[in-house]
């Protein structure tokens, strides 16, 4: 696949081909794509192969992972030249993998919240390898924790060449925020196109198609946070080094003084099951968490 220069078509179609491993430990982190900041390096692959699928996060189904990382990479084949194949065995262009901690990288996970995912641009030694935080409360269509297709989207667009965009509302902004239909902001597509060029027909595609029949593993999302400002809290605690205030159902979440983006969010992000009113919480000597009531 070669560079092209904004606006061309590509003469031929390329192709992207996916491995999937979900091993049980597993890691991620998060991507964006402004037109002056992206990296000039595609992705270069022209073979065919299979997925093969270790192990998955213990929140979705195989089946479910497998449709919402398609859906992921389709977002991008719609306004390019690419095609992208899942592959069981043989090399690979992209690898996914969730992990916890430390896993191989240098690049450690922080366990529920913080950094999400990450991925490695095109031309480095780890290029095409996309991570997930196997500890995130991973969801598919809700807001009730991560959701999975709006993540994976993001760290593909990393993976292809993209950096972070400065237009808030694009894929590729540096923050996650939940957001459906899941589409391309025009800087997006714009700097997708200018690495592989446009795709060789007219697509209607577009991913609200998708969200009339996406599965969910929970409730539908709730309508609202709470004031960021808001200092009438019903618990407070240090866990891992960071200040988290609770209230009622929802966590903000300090680091150095600083609330941290995206909060305040959703406790249960963080701590499955979590009642949706706690009056005391604390970290024990184990890393064990404790939540009390009444």
Same mark, same amino acid.
């Given at each position: 696949v070669a560079v092209f220069e904004w606006g061309s078509s590509a003469t031929t179609t390329a192709t992207i081909i996916i491995i999937i491993i979900l091993? =049980? /430990?597993?890691? *991620? =982190? %998060? &991507?964006?794509?402004? *037109? /002056? &900041? =992206? &990296? %000039? /390096?595609? *992705?270069?692959?022209m073979a065919f192969l299979f997925s093969r699928i270790v192990r998955f996060p213990w929140q979705l189904s195989k089946v479910k992972v497998q449709r919402t990382i398609a859906k992921a990479v389709k977002v991008w084949s719609d306004v390019t030249p690419l095609t992208f194949t899942e592959v069981q065995e043989g090399g690979v262009d992209i690898i996914i993998d969730f992990s916890r901690y430390w896993h191989g990288d240098n690049l450690p996970f922080d366990g529920p919240g913080g950094v999400l995912a990450h991925a490695f641009y095109p031309r480095t030694p780890r290029a095409g390898n996309v991570h997930f935080d196997y500890d995130e409360m991973w969801t598919i269509g809700n807001n009730k924790g991560t959701d999975l297709l709006q993540v994976a989207a993001h760290e593909f667009g990393h993976a292809l060449g993209l950096q972070h965009s400065t237009v808030p509302k694009s894929l590729m902004s540096p923050y996650y925020s939940f957001r459906y239909p899941l589409s391309l902001a025009e800087d997006d597509k714009q700097g997708i196109q200018y690495l592989y060029g446009r795709p060789q027909h007219t697509s209607h595609h577009r991913y609200e198609h998708f969200n009339q029949n996406i599965e969910t593993n929970e409730l539908p999302m709730e309508p609202g946070k709470p004031n960021a400002c808001d200092t009438d809290f019903d618990a407070v605690s240090m866990i891992r080094g960071e200040l988290f205030f609770f209230k009622s159902k929802y966590v903000w979440r300090l680091r150095d003084q600083y609330l941290q983006p995206g909060y305040p969010a959703l406790a249960s992000r963080h701590w499955w099951g979590i009642p949706d009113h706690i009056d005391a919480a604390f970290e024990d000597s184990s890393g064990n968490f404790w939540f009390f009531q009444g």
């Amino acid at each position: 696949v070669a560079v092209f220069e904004w606006g061309s078509s590509a003469t031929t179609t390329a192709t992207i081909i996916i491995i999937i491993i979900l091993a =049980f /430990d597993i890691a *991620l =982190f %998060t &991507s964006g794509g402004h *037109l /002056d &900041s =992206f &990296s %000039t /390096d595609c *992705l270069k692959t022209m073979a065919f192969l299979f997925s093969r699928i270790v192990r998955f996060p213990w929140q979705l189904s195989k089946v479910k992972v497998q449709r919402t990382i398609a859906k992921a990479v389709k977002v991008w084949s719609d306004v390019t030249p690419l095609t992208f194949t899942e592959v069981q065995e043989g090399g690979v262009d992209i690898i996914i993998d969730f992990s916890r901690y430390w896993h191989g990288d240098n690049l450690p996970f922080d366990g529920p919240g913080g950094v999400l995912a990450h991925a490695f641009y095109p031309r480095t030694p780890r290029a095409g390898n996309v991570h997930f935080d196997y500890d995130e409360m991973w969801t598919i269509g809700n807001n009730k924790g991560t959701d999975l297709l709006q993540v994976a989207a993001h760290e593909f667009g990393h993976a292809l060449g993209l950096q972070h965009s400065t237009v808030p509302k694009s894929l590729m902004s540096p923050y996650y925020s939940f957001r459906y239909p899941l589409s391309l902001a025009e800087d997006d597509k714009q700097g997708i196109q200018y690495l592989y060029g446009r795709p060789q027909h007219t697509s209607h595609h577009r991913y609200e198609h998708f969200n009339q029949n996406i599965e969910t593993n929970e409730l539908p999302m709730e309508p609202g946070k709470p004031n960021a400002c808001d200092t009438d809290f019903d618990a407070v605690s240090m866990i891992r080094g960071e200040l988290f205030f609770f209230k009622s159902k929802y966590v903000w979440r300090l680091r150095d003084q600083y609330l941290q983006p995206g909060y305040p969010a959703l406790a249960s992000r963080h701590w499955w099951g979590i009642p949706d009113h706690i009056d005391a919480a604390f970290e024990d000597s184990s890393g064990n968490f404790w939540f009390f009531q009444g």
